[in-house]
Nanobody, 119 residues
Framework: QVQLVESGGGLVQPGGSLRLSCVVS????????MGWYRQAPGKERELVAD???????NYSNSVKGRFTISRDDAKNTVYLQMNSLKPEDTAVYYC?????????????WGQGTQVTVSS
């Protein structure tokens, strides 16, 4: 059973930084892409950023220029570096892996890690 395990969340002041990590228990190459989503209270889960096997990246407009997604294939890990954090970035952040499966896609999710931006 493949698992995605996030870490790195916490409480940070506005303007601060955090780095989230997502470790894949199997091979990271089974997923294309891998990404980070977030869900704030009372809101729908939304894509923050994703990255393909070829290292193409995609960001939501709300985080572009502040967040950076990256991957270390040797460590089966995807990172989300978050800088210039704002209170509106407060949410539970989830790691996501999309596995091509024939004509369909299997989705895998981590358990989530809380990020709180507050003074």
């Amino acid at each position: 059973q493949v698992q995605l395990v996030e870490s790195g969340g916490g409480l940070v002041q506005p303007g601060g930084s955090l780095r989230l990590s997502c470790v894949v228990s199997g091979s990271i190459f089974m997923f294309n892409p891998m990404g980070w989503y977030r869900q704030a209270p009372g809101k729908e889960r939304e894509l923050v950023a994703d990255i393909t096997r070829a290292n193409f990246t995609n960001y939501s407009n709300s985080v572009k220029g502040r967040f950076t997604i990256s991957r270390d294939d040797a460590k089966n890990t995807v990172y989300l570096q978050m800088n210039s954090l704002k209170p509106e970035d407060t949410a539970v952040y989830y790691c996501n892996g999309q596995q091509p499966y024939g004509w369909a896609t299997r989705e895998y999710w981590g358990q989530g890690t809380q990020v709180t931006v507050s003074s």
